[in-house]
């Protein structure tokens, strides 16, 4: 299956790009279907609907269990497994940028390293910004804020695809927020993705309205539906 654009199956368009060398494949069918390596994220995807694909997808859904799918509302590919136990659908949106609103700075923004991996994790496990793990920092770009010496804020870098770079693991400690890091820390990470030549995207639940209302605020537009699957 060859994407009408790289956006509208970004799993897929990263993990076969960008991303392959975190890509792991099946032992049945190879690149049929492919998984991020499970130290750095939770994505999963397959080439089609076709047998060889299902089996490629079980076989890697089985191995690393808890693995997620992002794909165009109304025909998430999870659909072509009709035995395989699912956690949880949720409605996204996608959201992509070209150009960004005026913002402040925050001096004190630093780039986060392996050092700061154990407090990154904390933080998104604490704010559950989406699914994010201990060796998400792979995939580089992440910056946080430090206060009292510790990490309360941060956003980086996740999918990156053939012109485009994601948003992401934007969070702020409950005890910090209202002073603007989210969006500084938004703000600079995108400047960069735009710097490289790039477009922005991010994926946001479409239920948190207020969210997609934040993104929409530093220069976002909703560009499609897509449903977030997780598998057992």
């Given at each position: 299956?060859?994407?009408?654009?790289?956006?509208?199956?970004?799993?897929?368009?990263?993990?076969?790009?960008?991303?392959?060398?975190?890509?792991?494949?099946?032992?049945?069918?190879?690149?049929?279907?492919?998984?991020?390596?499970?130290?750095?994220?939770?994505?999963?995807?397959?080439?089609?609907?076709?047998?060889?694909?299902?089996?490629?997808?079980?076989?890697?859904?089985?191995?690393?269990?808890?693995?997620?799918?992002?794909?165009?509302?109304?025909?998430?590919?999870?659909?072509?497994?009709?035995?395989?136990?699912?956690?949880?659908?949720?409605?996204?949106?996608?959201?992509?940028?070209?150009?960004?609103?005026?913002?402040?700075?925050?001096?004190?923004?630093?780039?986060?390293?392996?050092?700061?991996?154990?407090?990154?994790?904390?933080?998104?496990?604490?704010?559950?910004?989406?699914?994010?793990?201990?060796?998400?920092?792979?995939?580089?770009?992440?910056?946080?804020?430090?206060?009292?010496?510790?990490?309360?804020?941060?956003?980086?870098?996740?999918?990156?695809?053939?012109?485009?770079?994601?948003?992401?693991?934007?969070?702020?400690?409950?005890?910090?927020?209202?002073?603007?890091?989210?969006g500084t820390l938004s703000r600079l990470v995108?400047?960069?993705?735009?710097?490289?030549?790039?477009?922005?995207?991010?994926?946001?639940?479409?239920?948190?309205?207020?969210?997609?209302?934040?993104?929409?605020?530093?220069?976002?537009?909703?560009?499609?539906?897509?449903?977030?699957?997780?598998?057992?």
């Amino acid at each position: 299956m060859i994407p009408a654009h790289p956006l509208d199956r970004p799993v897929w368009s990263a993990l076969t790009g960008r991303l392959a060398p975190l890509a792991i494949r099946s032992d049945l069918e190879g690149d049929a279907a492919l998984r991020l390596d499970p130290d750095v994220g939770v994505f999963l995807a397959a080439a089609d609907g076709s047998a060889g694909s299902r089996a490629a997808l079980t076989d890697l859904a089985r191995r690393y269990p808890g693995a997620g799918l992002v794909e165009p509302e109304g025909e998430p590919i999870a659909s072509v497994l009709p035995d395989f136990p699912v956690v949880s659908r949720a409605p996204c949106v996608q959201m992509t940028a070209d150009a960004l609103t005026a913002g402040g700075d925050i001096p004190e923004v630093r780039t986060l390293t392996e050092a700061d991996a154990d407090e990154m994790l904390a933080l998104a496990t604490l704010t559950r910004p989406g699914p994010f793990r201990r060796g998400t920092l792979r995939l580089g770009g992440f910056i946080g804020v430090r206060r009292e010496g510790r990490l309360v804020a941060m956003a980086g870098e996740r999918m990156k695809v053939d012109g485009f770079s994601e948003l992401s693991g934007v969070c702020t400690h409950p005890d910090f927020r209202g002073q603007g890091l989210a969006g500084t820390l938004s703000r600079l990470v995108v400047s960069r993705i735009l710097a490289r030549g790039e477009q922005a995207f991010l994926h946001a639940y479409a239920e948190h309205t207020a969210t997609v209302a934040f993104y929409e605020s530093l220069g976002f537009r909703v560009r499609a539906r897509m449903t977030y699957t997780v598998l057992a």
